[in-house]
Structures are given as C-alpha cells and as structure tokens.
C-alpha cells in the first residue's frame, strides 16, 4: 500500500500545466483563440478575456500551436515543468488583399422593378476584432 502511495505521489508530481493570454498586435485579447498540443492531442480555446489553460500535461518540451481566424497560426516550443509554465502569445493579422465582391444573380428582371437599387459595394476591412 506504501509503495502505491509513494508511486501516484510521484507520477503526480511529474506534470504540469499552460496556461496564459493570446492577444493581438495592439494588445487585445482574442477570445475563441485555439490553443493546442498536436503531439498530446491536447486542445482547448480561450475564454472571454484571452485567457486559456491546459492541465494536466506531462513534463517535458512541446510544440504548441495558436490559431485564430484572420491570423497567423504561431508555432512555439514550450518546456512543462512541475506546476504552472505561463506563456504569453501575441498573434498577427494576415494580409487581405481583398478589394470588392462581385455578386451575379442569374434570370431576368428589369431594373426599376427590383426591391433594392443595384450598387457597386467597396470592402473595407478592418483590423479590429469583436
């Protein structure tokens, strides 16, 4: 019984876990941000403040990776030691080069008789996320 006791203590004590903030270029966190550790199949997502934390994970060096839409999956090597390993993530926007959205309907209508003017639309992209 001894034996079992000083073995869960020890297999215990031999993880850890991740946890910390994934924010944006300007500072702002990004909550819904995927946080995984392939290797593990470990994943989880970040709360309304940016905030994640994995548990449980066994001591040793991984590779995690960030991910959120509209940004630059970040790839970074993390060492797990015994308790809390922090690590901050600031991800960056991708390049849009989109500049206008083309819509085609098909049949035949004549112009004054649709319910909304037709109208050419410029996309307008902005870096803030909601």
Known sequence: MLFFVVLSSWSYAQTGSISGQVLDET???LPGASISITSLNRATSTDGNGQFK???IPTGT???SASFIGFQILKRNVTVVSG???VNIKLTPLA????EVVVIG???QQKRMLP????QLELKIS???L
């Open 27 to 29: 500072n702002q966190p």
């Open 106 to 108: 098909y049949g035949t």
């Open 62 to 64: 991984y590779s995690i």
């Open 84 to 86: 809390d390993t922090k």
């Open 96 to 99: 849009q080069n989109l500049t």
């Open 127 to 129: 870096k803030k996320v």
């Open 54 to 56: 994995l548990n449980a």
């Open 116 to 119: 909304v003017p037709l109208q």
